[in-house]
């Protein structure tokens, strides 16, 4: 499957915004809609929708926390019709492979709630290891990138 990043536009936006995720997962994520809309008030925030081939499969955002410097997946979702077809586990490094390609990050935080077990399964997986810090209920864990040659 090819995976790519493609920007929010005028032809995908209502698709993009339709998404959900599976029952049960609702208060793991924000709301796409949300999201946009929080992006458009920060300059480093870049709203992604993630296609497999042609076919519209989530939703990511990333950005640097003007505070820290820190760089963030704020947003991580796999709509519920494409969920357990290894999408999340396929976009995942390519995410933070454009992360290091447009912004040279060598560390990338995330956040996810400790009841989302999938989630930090996966994102231990790719390399995420948790900081101990707490934000906003969510447990936060950081990807250390200073080794990549």
Same mark, same amino acid.
């Given at each position: 499957?090819?995976?790519?990043?493609?920007?929010? %536009?005028?032809?995908?936006?209502?698709?993009?915004? @339709?998404?959900?995720? /599976?029952?049960?997962? &609702?208060?793991?994520? +924000?709301?796409?809609?949300? $999201?946009? +809309? &929080?992006? $458009? !008030? @920060?300059?480093?925030?870049?709203? *992604?929708?993630?296609?497999?081939?042609?076919?519209?499969?989530?939703?990511?955002?990333?950005?640097?926390?003007?505070?820290?410097?820190?760089?963030?997946?704020?947003?991580?979702?796999?709509?519920? +019709?494409?969920?357990?077809?290894?999408?999340? %586990?396929?976009? *995942?490094? =390519?995410?933070? &492979? !454009?992360?290091?390609?447009?912004?040279?990050?060598?560390?990338?935080?995330?956040?996810?709630?400790?009841?989302?077990?999938?989630? @930090?399964?996966?994102?231990?997986?790719?390399?995420?290891?948790?900081?101990? =810090?707490?934000?906003?209920?969510?447990?936060? /864990?950081?990807?250390?990138?200073?080794?990549?040659?």
């Amino acid at each position: 499957m090819d995976i790519t990043f493609r920007p929010v %536009t005028h032809d995908n936006f209502t698709h993009v915004i @339709e998404m959900k995720v /599976a029952p049960g997962q &609702e208060d793991f994520v +924000a709301a796409n809609l949300y $999201s946009i +809309a &929080e992006a $458009s !008030l @920060e300059p480093t925030w870049t709203p *992604l929708a993630i296609y497999a081939d042609d076919a519209l499969v989530g939703f990511a955002q990333f950005g640097c926390d003007g505070r820290t410097g820190r760089w963030w997946i704020m947003r991580y979702m796999i709509d519920a +019709a494409h969920q357990g077809k290894d999408y999340g %586990t396929a976009a *995942l490094p =390519e995410l933070i &492979e !454009l992360m290091v390609e447009r912004n040279g990050c060598k560390e990338i935080f995330l956040g996810y709630d400790p009841g989302n077990d999938v989630a @930090e399964r996966l994102y231990a997986r790719v390399g995420f290891v948790p900081t101990g =810090e707490i934000m906003a209920g969510e447990i936060v /864990a950081r990807l250390d990138l200073t080794g990549r040659g």
